[in-house]
């Protein structure tokens, strides 16, 4: 096939004028256009307000190489390519036995989707999740936004998809892929439920709304194939071999029942998600080998979701998607600070898992469709700003910040308007307001009840000051982001897991035979699909090594 790469059509573009563009760039007749298929779209907002789709096409055409050659001889083959599709391949299986069926501990996106490449090809896992089942998570979460009863197993934090399940369903991923196991996670989702846009567009988005059927429809292929899947099971302990430091079971405890159960397993997938912090201590006190490692904290910022289109788009009239942004700005002391999992009509959520402490996260419907954008603005932590050296200190560090949180918004989300954060970090009164106009009415967009306290309290005094010269610093990129009546809210603190899970770099084995730490809570990942594809290539060492359990 031919792949075509940056054509360029207006947003108001039609399906047929696309199809067009296609046709003159390769100068052949329509008829010989077999078919295509759009590889990613982008959007160009250099020249605002006039703003144009890009696209990279593969196309299906009769006599490829000839219309190759034709183009190269006038010098119009700048964007055309002969490309071979190279679809991903999930490896061969190998040829030990297994004794007994593998273990999956979390059903997030790195558990979830180990879980189904091994049921797919004859594995039969056993998936344990300590939340709820997808329909009745989301029941627990309302419940607990509508009157504050947290339910400690099930919330934002746990349950079946894991954290990413409320939240905007962001797919976009930075992590090189030779092999494709990112496209892989895009085309799974879409088999199941996602629309068939995030294939292409150039930042995926499901939404959480969207997401939850996808989860469920995978959970039920995972069945039919073969695989097990417990709710409300919480893995209480590891068990080794005698002679040697190897997996050989779990004990679970069934959090309904409130009884204990072993089962015997030599392959043990640990997939726990970022806030798994009573299982990363029961994994410390098993001497698995762990560290610390760095992450973010910081506060949510909500601004008119028109603000952000303005100055992302201009004047532009089209009708366009609500628009994002990714800012970031290094500080003089080294220190880095940056917006994350950025929510373009989106809401924040109260994201706590633990009584007494209080922590937020952004979410969007896939509509996007609320008055707010909101973003983390968050800076950047590591092992030397942790009271000690020991492995788990990092869950330490959120832990003071989020009862800090609790205790100042009254077990409420914590808000304070930027200017007010502003002056109490810096002794100061925030200057003129910029885009006065798109702050009128400006009010939260949040999923639980909020009180309105003075945030710079809940921070380490740096990290304040770090807010503030990142959210000003900031303002020059988009003007108005630094306004007095933005809102903040806080506390952003997981952003990703504060531990990493041995693991050796070619085996993907902890030190502990038949231990595979996996996906974003083991610290092998970053963000829906980087922690799914790390699900599959845990699932590729199983497969290369063992054949399918009978």
Not at 3 to 27: A, F, G, N, W, Y
Not at 290 to 309: D, T, W
Not at 317 to 341: E, H, I, M, N, Q
Not at 390 to 401: D, T, V
Request: aromatic share 8%.
């Amino acid at each position: 096939m031919l792949r075509i790469s940056q054509l360029k059509l207006p947003v108001t573009h039609t399906e047929e004028d696309l199809k067009k563009k296609i046709v003159h760039t390769l100068m052949c007749r329509t008829e010989a256009v077999q078919s295509y298929e759009i590889i990613k779209q982008s959007l160009d907002a250099r020249k605002k307000p006039e703003l144009f789709y890009v696209y990279t096409v593969d196309v299906k055409a009769d006599n490829e190489k000839q219309l190759l050659k034709m183009l190269t001889r006038k010098k119009r083959a700048g964007n055309v390519q002969l490309h071979e599709a190279m679809p991903y391949v999930f490896p061969a299986g190998g040829n030990e036995k297994l004794k007994s069926r593998p273990v999956v501990v979390g059903c997030g996106p790195a558990g979830l989707f180990c879980a189904y490449f091994l049921a797919e090809y004859g594995y039969q896992p056993v998936l344990l999740e300590q939340g709820a089942p997808v329909e009745e998570r989301q029941k627990d979460v309302e419940e607990f936004w509508k009157t504050g009863v947290l339910k400690p197993d099930s919330n934002v934090q746990f349950g079946e998809g894991g954290a990413g399940t409320f939240s905007d369903g962001k797919l976009n991923t930075l992590i090189k892929d030779p092999v494709g196991r990112n496209r892989k996670v895009l085309e799974i989702f879409v088999e199941n439920g996602a629309p068939k846009d995030i294939l292409y567009v150039n930042k995926p988005h499901i939404g959480t709304d969207i997401l939850r059927t996808v989860i469920r429809n995978m959970r039920e292929k995972i069945l039919v194939w073969g695989g097990e899947i417990h709710f409300h099971t919480q893995m209480t302990e590891v068990l080794f071999t005698e002679n040697t430091r190897r997996i050989r079971g779990i004990i679970y405890e069934d959090l309904l029942k409130k009884e204990k159960e072993e089962i015997q397993t030599e392959t043990l997938v640990l997939a726990p998600g970022h806030s798994a912090r009573e299982t990363f201590a029961m994994l410390f006190g098993k001497k698995v080998p762990m560290e610390a490692k760095s992450f973010a904290v910081g506060v949510r910022a909500e601004h008119p979701q028109e603000l952000i289109n303005h100055s992302q788009y201009g004047d532009a009239k089209a009708s366009l998607p609500a628009a994002a942004y990714k800012l970031t700005a290094k500080l003089p002391d080294g220190r880095g600070v940056y917006s994350f999992c950025m929510c373009p009509g989106g809401y924040v959520v109260n994201a706590s898992s633990e009584e007494g402490y209080l922590a937020v996260n952004g979410m969007s419907y896939h509509a996007r469709d609320s008055h707010n954008a909101n973003s983390a603005i968050v800076v950047t932590v590591t092992p030397e700003d942790f009271e000690s050296d020991h492995p788990l200190a990092g869950i330490a560090f959120q832990r003071k910040l989020e009862k800090a949180a609790y205790k100042a918004g009254k077990g409420k989300i914590p808000v304070q308007r930027y200017g007010d954060f502003y002056r109490s970090v810096t002794g100061k009164e925030k200057g003129k307001p910029e885009a006065e106009v798109w702050y009128q009415g400006h009010e939260p967009c949040m999923k639980g009840a909020y009180e309105e306290t003075d945030l710079a309290g809940i921070f380490p005094a740096k990290i304040s000051s770090a807010l503030v010269d990142g959210m000003e610093d900031f303002n020059k990129k988009i003007r108005g982001f630094s306004h007095p009546l933005s809102i903040l809210s806080g506390v952003e603190s997981r952003t990703s897991s504060p531990v990493r899970i041995v693991r050796d770099n070619h085996s993907l084995e902890s030190v502990i035979g038949g231990l595979y730490p996996c996906g974003e809570g083991a610290g092998y990942a970053g963000g829906i699909t980087s922690a799914a594809a790390d699900g599959i290539k845990i699932a590729e060492k199983i497969r290369q090594k063992y054949a399918p359990f009978l």
